[in-house]
């Protein structure tokens, strides 16, 4: 029997469509949490680990695919996935303050990282 890690974080839907680049291609990030994200991807061959980049934004992290599954006969794949760095990581902080300025309603391209 297949046994699912339990959710610690709760996640907050995006509106809209945010792209991100996952390394083996394109995706469409559909929620996100301080502890990972879902996404949506046509790429048929989603690596175990998974890089995620937002250069716009500054960001890039590693992240483990918990879980994948088709959603569409499109071959449209939703994935799940948890962040791999250190939770004291600046990756994973500046990460948990773009979680943070989506749940306070602000614009994604009002995060700046900081330095």
């Not at 799940?80 to 303050?97: F, K």
């Amino acid at each position: 029997m297949a046994t699912r890690e339990r959710r610690w974080w709760s996640r907050t839907s995006l509106a809209g469509h945010v792209l991100i680049d996952i390394g083996a291609g394109t995706a469409r990030l559909l929620d996100i949490s301080y502890g990972g994200f879902r996404l949506e991807s046509k790429t048929l061959h989603l690596h175990p680990i998974l890089k995620l980049e937002l250069p716009v934004l500054g960001l890039s992290l590693n992240a483990r695919r918990v879980w994948s599954n088709r959603t569409n006969i499109e071959t449209v794949w939703s994935c799940g996935a948890a962040l791999v760095a250190p939770n004291d990581s600046e990756g994973t902080q500046r990460w948990r303050r773009l979680v943070d300025t989506i749940r306070d309603g602000s614009p994604v391209s009002s995060f700046r990282p900081k330095h």
